[in-house]
């Protein structure tokens, strides 16, 4: 039994016509700052994973996705130093709007080929593989 909280994550694998997925950095000033990562963020308490992800884009990327579409693909579940990451991934191909860094964070559309050059938080190491796999 681990004596740390459980933290409860989303993400999302956007997928552009050109089979790139976007992924951004954390900006300064926030854990593992200049880090990459697929968008996402904290489920809130009463707070369904796909509503989560629906907020955040929209807080963070400024773009609208639907329910629909965000289909589940995979998780990660990773024991940080003080805490237990669950992080469901989606794959979502439609959106509306053109993905924007609202919180300061630098974007970048990549092939999954290419994930493995960006250096990533260790929850999210073992979902690059999968993601290659798909794409």
Known sequence: ????????????????????????????????????????????????????????????????VTEACLAPFTFASHAYEKFHLMMPLYVCRRWSGTPKGLEGQNLKWVRANQLKEYPMPPADIPLIAMLRDLL
């Open 1 to 64: 039994m681990s004596e740390y909280p459980t933290v409860f994550v989303v993400a999302v694998a956007l997928v552009d016509d050109d089979n790139r997925i976007l992924i951004a950095q954390r900006p300064e000033g926030k854990s593992m700052a200049g880090l990459w990562e697929f968008p996402g963020g904290k489920v809130e308490p009463n707070e369904s994973p796909e509503a989560a992800l629906i907020r955040e884009l929209r807080e963070e990327l400024s773009i609208d």
